[in-house]
């Protein structure tokens, strides 16, 4: 979806190993797999568990699409 956008220098995708980084997934509040979440300045502006599809996501990413 950011590549048909030519949106994907718009987010650094960073994954995390929830088995590897507990500490992490307990702290950003990660209950179910896959989350996407949107930080700006340290702060979460968006979460986003299991999307359906790219439609869904264009739609909750839509004030950081360009």
Excluded: S, Y
């Amino acid at each position: 979806m950011l590549q048909r956008r030519r949106n994907h220098h718009t987010f650094d995708i960073v994954r995390v190993d929830v088995d590897g980084r507990p500490e992490l997934a307990e702290r950003l509040g990660i209950e179910k797999v896959p989350t996407l979440l949107v930080l700006t300045d340290k702060k979460v502006r968006r979460r986003i568990v299991a999307p359906n599809g790219c439609r869904e996501l264009e739609t909750k990413l839509g004030p950081w699409l360009h």
